[in-house]
């Protein structure tokens, strides 16, 4: 179907009726590509960036602590093993001083990545928001057809405290811990490399029995979802008819019905809860094994005095004890470490709409507010012309959340001053749309609107000149 626009014989009171025919269609929109993490450090400013390379550095550094830990508990355990030594009390005391100093080391840097990885994350936001709320006063009216109105607040709030906590606090989290995993196994392959390999041989039982947990915990948190939804759709609409329930005298078949849905939901939930029972006993069955592995084969070591290439000396307790800490904590840090990365792909999904809104540049932008005097009022910086003639030339049209309906096509039309033009035809056939452009509320898709013969996108520079002519 075409969309044109008609001019038929005038009706009493009018100079000319123009009908206009129904809209028609054909486009779909492209996928929106996320962004890539470092943009959402787009509003750092210059002295931020510096704060945040600190604050990761300092974070890297406080993830070393617990493996340096393990470092110092492993020399400990070694003295205590050898009490006849001498200055036995002032090696004890060395040591504990040592993790005395590593612990103070660790506060220190733990306040100081999470007081400047807070601060700058808080000042991009209020930054970001601002830039947001800016651009949505900018955008014109034609913007505003694209999206629903009601998510604008949501996006200000929770899509920019996802984009936040992307920047701040979940970053420290992942820098730690990833410094605590490298670190971790990096110490203890340098102090045995042949116990870690033996105690890393029941890793990959241990991961596959964390992917069972792991699809079983989400499965089971999806799956309730819609267990609870359908009961819950069932409770709703009974109470919400609860007269033609009672009326009709339906209460038992209604409970049955409800008693159902739980009973749905209990035998689902036995299931999956015996697949996460199951990988959780998988996995701490697995971590145990490479206990017992490393320990076993650790003392094996101590016992035929097979010489440390670390030390070139005979492998003892304290080394055992190093390396199986180092490990425990380096994997710790590992699982530590993935956590983060849903709050790094949540936040750059968030900051994809807020930075698309942010740089999107439509046909008609609305330009800043205008200046005001003193008491107050707008001080006009154009001039108003008088309206002689308007005129339509050759005008088609879409809206832009309807880009597949074109709701004028060809349309040309000439209005003099002092005459009367009625616009007929059925809805959507755009009678508000013409007024919409002569207000410039949107522009042609093609064509041109010229009020005294001047394309209205040029007149006076701005769309309030425009929109100033009509009462």
Not at 24 to 44: E, Q
Not at 362 to 386: A, F, H, M, Q
């Amino acid at each position: 179907m075409t969309v044109d626009a008609t001019v038929v014989p005038p009706t009493a009171g009018t100079d000319d009726v123009v009908v206009l025919s129904p809209p028609t269609t054909a486009t779909t929109r492209p996928k929106k590509k996320i962004v890539p993490y470092y943009k959402l450090f787009r509003f750092a400013t210059r002295a931020q960036l510096i704060a945040i390379i600190g604050a990761v550095l300092a974070a890297a550094v406080h993830g070393m602590s617990l493996p340096m830990f393990a470092y110092i508990f492993g020399d400990l355990v070694d003295v205590l093993g050898n009490p006849e030594g001498v200055d036995f009390m002032d090696e004890i005391s060395k040591r504990c001083l040592y993790l005395v100093y590593i612990g103070l080391a660790a506060l220190v840097l733990a306040g100081l990545w999470h007081g400047l990885l807070t601060f700058t994350a808080q000042s991009q936001a209020t930054t970001m928001r601002r830039a947001y709320f800016e651009a949505v006063l900018s955008h014109d009216v034609a913007w505003f057809d694209t999206i629903s109105p009601a998510e604008l607040p949501t996006r200000m709030t929770e899509d920019v405290t996802k984009v936040q906590n992307a920047i701040g606090f979940k970053l420290g989290v992942f820098t730690m811990n990833l410094s605590m995993f490298i670190f971790g196994y990096v110490l203890g392959f340098i102090r045995g490399w042949k116990v870690c390999l033996v105690a890393l041989a029941a890793m990959p039982v241990v991961i596959a029995a964390s992917a069972i947990l792991g699809h079983a915990m989400a499965q089971s948190a999806n799956e309730s979802q819609s267990w609870y939804a359908r009961a819950g759709a069932v409770a709703e609409e009974v109470l919400s008819s609860i007269r033609t329930v009672t009326m009709m005298g339906t209460q038992k078949h209604e409970v049955t019905r409800y008693t159902k849905s739980l009973e749905e939901a209990r035998k689902g939930g036995t299931r999956l809860g015996f697949q996460a029972g199951l990988g959780l006993g998988l996995t701490f069955g697995a971590m145990y094994l490479s206990y017992a592995l490393t320990f076993w084969y650790g003392g094996t070591l101590v016992r035929d005095g097979d010489i440390n290439d670390a030390t070139n000396e005979p492998y003892n307790g304290g080394d055992i004890l190093t390396i199986f800490f180092s490990l425990i904590m380096g994997t710790f840090g590992l699982g530590q470490a993935l956590a983060p990365m849903q709050a790094f792909n949540i936040g750059r999904s968030s900051a994809t709409d807020i930075l698309e809104l942010i740089d999107d540049k439509t046909s008609v932008v609305e330009p800043p507010l205008p200046p005001r005097s003193s008491d107050g009022k707008i001080v006009v910086s154009y001039s108003v012309p008088k309206m002689q003639k308007m005129t339509l030339d050759d005008v088609c049209f879409t809206y832009p959340s309807r880009p597949d309906v074109q709701v004028l096509k060809n349309v040309t039309l000439d209005i003099e001053i002092g005459q009367k033009v009625a616009f007929v035809g059925e809805s959507g056939s755009g009678k508000s749309t013409i007024v919409a452009l002569l207000e410039r509320f949107y522009d042609p898709t093609r064509g041109r609107v010229l009020l005294n013969g001047e394309d209205i996108r040029t007149l006076g520079g701005s769309p309030q000149c425009v929109r100033s002519i009509f009462g």
